[in-house]
Structure formats: C-alpha cells, structure tokens
C-alpha cells in the first residue's frame, strides 16, 4: 500500500506520510476508461447479443424450415440449431408470445472430394459437406431483415463401410448447421 504525503515537500521539510493514498483503484479505472474508449474505436461495444433486431422484436417463433434440396430431413436439423440458438440467448418466444418469426430456407447442400492439409492419409478419404441457407426476420408478413449464410465441413468418409461413411457425413452436416445458425443469427441481430 502506498502512503501519501500530507503538505508541500521543499528545502528543510520533512515530509510526513500519514494516510494511505488509493493509487491502485484509481489507476484500475483509468485502465478501465481507456481500454473501453479503445475498444469502441476499433469497433467493439459492450452490449448483450441480439441488440441489433429490428425495433419491437423481442421473441421470436422459429417454424420449421422450407428445404429447396434433394437432402430428406435437412430441414429439421437447421430448425432444431436455429431454435437452440435462440434459448441460448434468450429470444425463443411461444406461439402466443412471439413479436415476430425467424423463418429460413435451406438451399443447397453439396458432397465434393477434399485434401485436407497436414493429414497422413490418403486425400481420397476425406470429403467436404458445403451447405447455404437463407435466414429473414418477419413481422406481421413483413421481412425486416434477411441474410444469406454458407460454408463448409470436412469428414473422414471411413474404412469403406457406407453407413460409417453416411453417420460421418450427418455428423458434418450437424456441427456445419449448427455454425450457420450461430453466423445467421449474429448477422440478423447484429449490426451487419
């Protein structure tokens, strides 16, 4: 702890130190001030998720979603991902309880052959699911805002046994959903 002096120090004083001075939590709120003042310049602000919906939208319903693919039950997993997206921060709202809806469709999904860097085995072994969805906020039959998501998953398509292969493909095609709807609801709910 450091002590503070009580009166001017000059020539032939002695200075006194008789109370403790508070230079550490005064300096932690300059740090504070100044780390907050940088990170607003470069973007950042502290505010909770899903700041960013449109003016009146608190809770959202999430219908299942429309698939434009050849892929059966694709549908039901992107749901399943949007709707866990918002229990997680707290915008799934009940039929009676929703201020607008979170409506998507899925587009296209696509398998192609991949090399993945750095990986010992033969590069025929892997595979790239790739899947793009489209996701809108609507309120009384209105769209407020909609966004455009995509990307990629690599799997290891097995030993050669088909279902080894196609539980390793659905299990891509989950943790790609999953990010996807994570991406699209940051963008409808943030300032993209």
């Known amino acids: 702890m ?27 709120r300059i740090g504070v001030v100044v780390g907050m003042w940088v990170a607003a310049g470069c973007g950042y602000r502290l505010a909770p998720r899903g700041d960013g919906l449109p003016a009146g939208v ?25 709707r866990q997206e918002l229990i997680r921060v707290g915008r799934l709202g009940s039929a009676e309880s929703c201020d607008g809806r979170m409506e998507g469709t899925v587009l296209s999904v696509a398998n192609t052959p991949t090399t993945v860097v750095g990986k010992s085995t033969s ?18 039959g209105q769209v407020l805002k909609q966004t455009e998501v995509f990307g990629s998953e690599d799997y290891v398509l097995g030993s050669g046994d088909i ?22 609801y940051d963008r409808l709910a943030g300032a993209w």
């Open 2 to 28: 450091a002590l503070c002096l009580d009166g001017p120090i000059g020539p032939g004083r002695v200075p006194r130190m008789s109370r403790p001075c508070a230079v550490g939590p005064r300096r932690l």
């Open 58 to 82: 608190t809770s959202l319903c999430a219908p299942v979603f429309l698939n434009a693919t050849p892929e059966p039950t694709l549908e039901t997993v992107f749901t399943r991902f949007l």
């Open 123 to 140: 590069p025929g072994f892997f595979f790239r699911v790739s899947a793009r969805a489209q996701l809108r906020v609507v309120k009384d």
């Open 163 to 184: 279902l080894e292969a196609e539980a390793n493909r659905q299990v891509a095609l989950e943790r790609l959903a999953e990010v996807l709807m994570r991406d699209g």
